[in-house]
């Protein structure tokens, strides 16, 4: 079977939107090259019976239509090129090693067969194929540390947007008691499902699917969300329900430009930024409640 690479060209800060738009059009997986910052490539296969010529437009549109949420998409170019025959199976595989992402975390695709560097490394086991949120940009890396420097085991833990699955199997691995991880694409839910299945944690992760945490009675010791800052500032006034007076609210996603609106919106919300994590032009933060306090 003939396939063809499909490459958007976009700045830094639209990654994860355009890998959104992406999966929701019914890419199979995303690769990030971001050796440019200002040219990053997001890259994925498509069969060539795929009607592409139906999709390039509506990618086109939909990325540029970006700029409304306040993302600058730019420059914004969608490029294809036939590969032949299965060549894109190889691509997947040249384009991911494992990643030793945080102290205790190494993210391992699942072709790879690697042993643990010490007795306390945990093998995060990943289908980068089938999602994003793979520890191959800046977002899931501050998140999963966050998550490592916050747990101390025995949390309730609720994964808003969970993508791959990546952040709930790290809090698995880190010691959490009970999971509910959701999201409101099918794909990603269906890509979380295989993840958490090779980690042998189907048992101890809820999945559903969920438009935020719209309609989840339960309360957690940790939530946690790596989504865009669009999707977090209707997030942080909800999730008050979500969590015990003691517990912590990790948010990822966020670029410099958006820290002052997100930290206003928090703080409005009633919740204390105790801690900032940064990488580039990404940051994370970890926030108490204090209206309970």
Avoid: C
Avoid at 48 to 66: F, M, R, T, Y
């Amino acid at each position: 079977m003939d396939w063809n690479e499909l490459v958007i060209v976009t700045s830094n800060e639209a990654i994860e939107a355009v890998s959104n738009i992406l999966m929701e059009e019914g890419a199979g997986g995303v690769q990030i090259d971001d050796q440019d910052p200002q040219a990053v490539r997001v890259i994925t296969y498509f069969t060539a019976d795929s009607p592409l010529n139906e999709l390039l437009p509506k990618l086109k549109e939909k990325v540029h239509g970006l700029k409304k949420y306040g993302i600058n998409p730019e420059p914004g170019q969608v490029f294809l090129t036939n590969i032949g025959t299965d060549t894109w199976r190889d691509k997947w595989k040249e384009y991911y090693q494992p990643i030793r992402v945080t102290r205790y975390l190494t993210i391992v695709p699942q072709w790879i067969e690697y042993e643990p560097q010490h007795p306390d490394e945990q093998l995060i086991v990943l289908d980068p194929g089938r999602s994003f949120g793979t520890g191959d940009h800046p977002t899931t890396r501050l998140t999963l540390h966050a998550l490592e420097a916050t747990m101390l085991g025995g949390e309730t833990v609720i994964d808003v947007g969970t993508g791959s699955g990546i952040l709930s199997i790290a809090a698995r691995y880190l010691g959490a008691q009970q999971i509910v991880a959701s999201d409101v694409a099918d794909e990603a839910l269906a890509a979380a499902a295989t993840n958490i299945a090779l980690n042998g944690m189907t048992d101890d992760i809820v999945l559903e699917k969920r438009d935020l945490v719209h309609g989840l009675d339960l309360q957690a010791d940790i939530v946690v969300a790596n989504i865009l800052p669009e999707f977090l500032l209707p997030l942080i006034p909800q999730v008050h329900k979500n969590l015990r007076p003691t517990g912590k609210l990790i948010l990822s996603g966020i670029i410099m430009e958006k820290e002052n609106e997100i930290v206003t919106a928090l703080n409005a919300a009633g919740f204390q930024v105790e801690e900032k994590i940064t990488d580039g032009k990404w940051l994370a933060l970890v926030a108490h409640n204090t209206l309970n306090s």
